[in-house]
């Protein structure tokens, strides 16, 4: 992935550590009243977040009937939203199954807007366009932020994290090499090819949609082999 001014997406999920040439990840902070003074429920306030994109949501499609919710949305330098992600199944936590045992079925769905030229953080630069790549790293280290191996201290985790986002960097750039196989799902009813590996962690994929995005994909204790995914006609079915 060449780049003008090196830089990689950031990390959506807010324990995934970016690198540190990242754009900011999180879309500004909302409001918490309205104009009138009414409290503004938290997943409506993750709402407008995600319908300030110009580009179409995708999630899991209609076979999948567990619950749904909206995580977090990831913005350029001037602000636009460019990436955000979607979640189905179990709410994952860090300290979860690869520690504590407990089985979560959870997967997340992360959608990347096409976007060819991307200003850096401080005007000076050109970021590199974004791509299947960018998607497959978004996915890689969004599995890691929910991943905490059970023999391990909290206080390597920074460490463990630093190391293993890299490596998640590395095998993003690198979407033909052998830690990848492929893997065709359904994107709005159609077949579609993804970039596929499985870890001790759990699985990653990323592809391409019709939409003009890139479609990237992380989960544990759901297969991903019976996944099909579709644009979000209405978000208040993840409020």
């Known amino acids: ?41 938290a997943a409506s306030r993750a709402a407008e977040r995600f319908l300030a994109a110009d580009f179409p949501w995708y999630g899991l499609d209609g076979a999948f009937t567990g619950p749904r919710w909206l995580m977090q949305v990831g913005t350029g330098a001037d602000g636009t939203v460019e990436h955000g992600s979607t979640g189905h199944g179990d709410e994952p936590s860090a300290r979860g199954e690869i520690a504590t045992g407990e089985k979560e079925r959870f997967a997340v769905v992360i959608t990347v807007a096409s976007n060819p030229l991307r200003r850096s953080g401080d ?84 592809g391409t949609a019709s939409g003009g995005v890139y479609l990237g994909a992380y989960g544990r204790g759901m297969s991903a082999y019976g996944l099909g995914f579709s644009v979000i006609g209405d978000l208040t079915a993840y409020e």
Do not use: N
């Open 1 to 41: 992935m060449e780049t003008t001014s090196s830089s990689r997406v950031g990390a959506q999920p807010a324990e995934a550590p970016a690198p540190a040439d990242a754009p900011p990840q999180t879309a500004p902070p909302q409001p918490s009243q309205s104009q009138d003074g009414t409290p503004v429920p």
């Open 123 to 206: 005007g000076t630069g050109v970021l590199e366009a974004t791509s299947v790549s960018s998607a497959a790293w978004l996915a890689g280290s969004g599995l890691l932020a929910y991943s905490w191996p059970g023999q391990m201290d909290h206080t390597l985790r920074d460490d463990w994290l630093d190391q293993q986002t890299e490596a998640a960097w590395e095998l993003a750039d690198d979407l033909t090499g052998e830690d990848w196989s492929t893997l065709s799902l359904p994107v709005d009813g159609e077949p579609t090819t993804f970039h596929y590996r499985e870890s001790e962690f759990g699985w990653v994929l990323a």
